[in-house]
C-alpha cells in the first residue's frame, strides 16, 4: 500500500511539472562546426530559408544566421542554453538600403524566453526595434505545447512535438500590424523539421526540411548561386 501511495505521489508530481521536450531541440553537440538546414517552400519556392546553425559548447550558445532563397542573408539570432530552455541573447535584422546594400538593424529583446524544456506553461520572446526617429517596431511571439504528431521528413516517417506560436508585429502609434500564427514541429536528433503557417488573411505556407548541408556543401551553392541585387 505504502509503493502505491509513492507511485501516485510521483504520478502527481510529473504530471504538476509538466514533461521534458529538451532532446527534440536542436543537436547541440552536432552543430560545432555549423551546419546548415535547407526549409523548403514548395509552393512558393521563393519563401524557401536556409539557416546555419552553429553551436559554441563552451559558453552554451546557439547562433543561427537566416538566409533567404537567394542566399541574402536576412537575420542573425543568438539563444543562450539554459537549465530551463534557451533564451535570446542576441537578434540582428539585415535589410537592404536604396542602394541595394544590406544593413543590419538591431532588435533590442525584452521578453527572452526562446523555446522551453517544460511543456506546461506557455512563454514568449519580444523586441524593440527603431527603425528612424519616427518608426518603432514592436514584435513578439508567444509559444505553447500543442502534444506530439506524426510527420514524414527527408523521406521517414518520425514523432514530432508540436508548437503553436502567434508572432505579432506592430508599428508604434499606428494601426499597423501583421499577425500570423505557426504550427512548429520539432523531432529528436534534428530539431526545427517543419514550420506551418496560417496568415490572417487565410494563405496557408508550409516550409519543410528537405537537406541538410556541411558547411563546405553550403559554400559551394551560395557561391554557384548568389543572386547579386
Do not use: H
Not at 562546426?33 to 523548403?40: H, I, L, S
Not at 519556392?45 to 546555419?52: A, D, E, G, R
Not at 530551463?84 to 544590406?102: A, P
Amino acid at each position: 500500500m505504502r509503493y502505491v501511495k509513492l507511485i501516485s505521489i510521483f504520478i502527481i508530481i510529473l504530471t504538476f511539472a509538466g514533461c521534458s521536450v529538451k532532446e527534440y531541440y536542436f543537436p547541440m553537440s552536432e552543430l560545432t562546426k555549423g551546419t546548415v538546414y535547407k526549409y523548403e517552400c514548395k509552393s512558393e519556392p521563393s519563401k524557401t530559408q536556409y539557416w546555419k546553425l552553429t553551436s559554441d559548447l563552451k559558453n552554451q550558445i546557439l547562433t543561427t544566421e537566416a538566409y533567404e532563397s537567394n542566399f541574402r542573408q536576412y537575420e542573425l539570432f543568438k539563444e543562450k542554453i539554459t537549465d530551463k530552455g534557451t533564451e535570446v541573447i542576441e537578434f540582428k535584422s539585415y535589410l537592404k538600403n536604396q542602394k541595394g546594400l544590406s544593413l543590419p538593424v538591431y532588435n533590442i529583446p525584452k521578453d527572452v524566453d526562446v523555446f522551453k524544456w517544460n511543456t506546461k506553461e506557455p512563454y514568449r520572446y519580444s523586441a524593440e526595434t527603431e527603425y528612424d526617429k519616427n518608426t518603432k517596431m514592436i514584435f513578439s511571439k508567444e509559444r505553447k505545447y500543442v502534444g506530439k504528431s506524426k510527420i514524414n521528413i527527408l523521406g521517414k516517417e518520425y514523432e514530432a512535438i508540436k508548437l503553436k506560436g502567434n508572432y505579432k508585429t506592430v508599428v508604434v502609434n499606428s494601426t499597423e500590424k501583421f499577425e500570423y500564427t505557426q504550427y512548429s514541429y520539432y523531432i529528436k536528433g534534428i530539431g526545427l523539421a517543419k514550420m506551418e503557417k496560417e496568415y490572417s488573411d487565410g494563405k496557408k505556407e508550409t516550409l519543410e526540411l528537405t537537406e541538410i548541408m556541411t558547411i563546405e556543401q553550403w559554400n559551394k551553392k551560395a557561391v554557384a548561386n548568389t543572386v547579386y541585387n
